[in-house]
């Protein structure tokens, strides 16, 4: 089963990456060149933000997914150990909305939640 789970984060790598850089490359900056994009806020730029972070943060969630998947492989794996990934995984959404949207999406706020929260439950060994 640990060799299953090491290949199945590897993929989430690899995938996570290449959705990043690709979706980057040849989607996000293509679509941004279009004039007809929907202006929200007074300008495009806040739909330009939103779909770049969201684009962004499915890497992210992978990412985290692959690191959970690593962790489940340890024989020393803990729910405190899963739940302090969880809470980063979140915390780093919340860094991207925030940044990418400069505060004007609300999800970073909730995401930031999720991870306190999440953070909390681990410390306190609530599982």
């Not at 684009?55 to 990412?63: D, Q």
């Not at 340890?74 to 959404?93: D, G």
């Amino acid at each position: 089963m640990t060799v299953l789970l090491y290949l199945a984060a590897a993929l989430l790598i690899l995938v996570s990456l290449a959705h990043s850089y690709l979706g980057e490359r040849y989607i996000l900056i293509r679509l941004f060149k279009r004039d007809n994009l929907p202006e929200l806020f007074g300008s495009s730029d806040f739909t330009i933000r939103t779909l770049r972070f969201a684009w962004h943060l499915t890497s992210i969630a992978w990412l985290g997914f692959a690191t959970l998947l690593i962790t489940l492989a340890s024989p020393e794996f803990t729910a405190a150990a899963l739940l302090k990934i969880t809470a980063v995984t979140f915390a780093l959404h919340s860094v991207l909305a925030l940044g990418l949207s400069k505060g004007k999406h609300w999800s970073w706020l909730l995401f930031a939640v999720v991870s306190v929260l999440t953070l909390t439950a681990g410390v306190n060994g609530q599982n």
